[in-house]
């Protein structure tokens, strides 16, 4: 009974340490415990730089198998063999201190610590009689955002994340595409599959099966170097456009003029001020209509009248708020994703080659549509989802001309 009261009392303490955003287990790779505190972390910047490069290469297109390989090659020392070389005791070993294994790259790669944030309760005992642990559920996981200083931004491992749910597994004769998770159909909605036929690597909809009798879907297929010349012009386009019309594209994607945007939020954000008040006064005048109800003042009968008419009002403006909050946070996240691709677009001042970490830094998903013939052409619609707002409405090379040449007119006038 003592050891088994002893065992809750630690739980409730490492529970309420947890829950203040105090580290419990030993730094990941990449930190070190802070020798003035040890529940907190500080960054390893010598071992950080190898987290960097496994998220770049990550971006890159490379599978962890690839990763550890490059790793092993330039001999970077595994993070249990570089905890030794640093006078840190491990529990174990390692008799080859260079050979990364893709599991430990997995695990790097997946890891919210980089972020700087604390995941606290991964695992739990079976009792206190138990030394043996057992990994809980992510949902009954405790996270605290801004623990400690983030060795990856966000926005690369969020898309990392995206890579590593779309893994780029090779075909039976060994090929890989770097469009390989990124396809999709457009009437069915299956991702569209890497296969081969007379020399050339095409994909097609992984529902459509030539001897199947359900007929589930069609071909939708489509040439690997075909879509690739595609989508590198498309992102010359795009690039090109941002650079010369971002301000033209800012105004697009949210929606008419900032102006009218903000107008359109203030008015909603005053909705809500409004709709709160009437619930506050809502309360009291419920209030009253009790104690009118207990002093005799009010009968049972206009009571339950009013109380289910004002519990009812009450409901409806709760609603109300609700979605008008959804809508106030959605326009407050849309300008924050603009925002978010014009930062990637500012690494880049051309793209002369359709690289993975190019496609991945700007493209979500591609949407294929089946080839249509019309008047003896054939023709098939690609629609190009891009990194945090979706489809881009881009103007074409004349339509960009025109604009030009109104933007140096509207400058003249100004200036004369």
């Not at 075909?171 to 020399?199: E, P, R, V, W």
Request: glycine letters at 4%; a positive charge.
């Amino acid at each position: 009974m003592v050891s088994k009261s002893t065992s809750k009392k630690v739980k409730e303490v490492k529970k309420a340490k947890g829950l203040a955003g105090e580290h419990l287990g030993a730094p990941p790779y990449g930190y070190l415990q802070n020798p003035d505190d040890k529940t907190r972390w500080l960054v390893d910047e010598e071992a950080a730089v190898t987290v960097r490069r496994i998220f770049s290469l990550c971006m890159q297109g490379k599978g962890v198998s690839a990763i550890a390989t490059a790793l092993w090659e330039d001999k970077v020392l595994t993070p249990s063999a570089y905890k030794v070389s640093k006078g840190i005791g491990v529990a174990k070993k390692s008799e080859y201190p260079y050979n990364w294994e893709p599991a430990t790259i997995a695990s790097i790669l997946e890891n919210v610590a980089y972020i700087g944030v604390t995941e606290s309760f991964k695992s739990t005992r079976l009792g206190f009689k138990s030394r043996k642990r057992i990994p809980t559920a992510k949902d009954r996981r405790t996270y605290i955002e801004d623990a400690h200083t983030p060795i990856i931004n966000r926005d690369m491992w969020e898309k990392v994340q995206v890579i590593r749910e779309n893994k780029r597994r090779p075909t039976k004769s060994g090929m890989t595409s770097i469009f390989s998770g990124l396809l999709y159909c457009a009437d069915c909605g299956a991702k569209l599959s890497l296969a081969t036929a007379n020399g050339y690597a095409h994909f097609r909809c992984s529902m459509y099966k030539r001897t199947s009798r359900a007929k589930e879907c069609t071909q939708h297929y489509i040439r690997e170097d075909a879509l690739k010349q595609l989508v590198l012009k498309q992102l010359q386009h795009f690039l090109s456009y941002l650079q010369q019309f971002e301000r033209v594209f800012i105004r697009q994607q949210i929606d008419a003029t900032l102006a009218e945007r903000r107008y359109e939020l203030s008015a909603k954000q005053k909705q809500i001020e409004k709709d709160e008040k009437r619930i506050k006064e809502l309360d009291r005048l419920f209030r009253k209509i009790y104690e009118d109800n207990v002093n005799g003042k009010l009968n049972d009968e206009r009571f339950y009248k009013l109380s289910d008419g004002y519990e009812a009002e009450q409901e409806q403006l709760k609603q109300e708020i609700e979605a008008l909050t959804a809508e106030v946070s959605e326009a407050d996240t849309e300008a924050t994703n603009v925002a978010k691709l014009i930062a990637v677009t500012k690494k880049y001042t051309r793209i002369d080659e359709l690289t993975p970490e190019t496609l991945n830094a700007f493209v979500d998903k591609i949407v294929v549509h089946e080839r249509e013939k019309k008047d003896g052409k054939r023709t098939q619609q690609i629609d190009i989802y891009y990194s945090y707002v979706g489809i881009v409405d881009i103007p074409t090379d004349e339509e960009m001309q025109e604009m030009e040449r109104e933007y140096m007119q509207r400058t003249k006038r100004q200036t004369a």
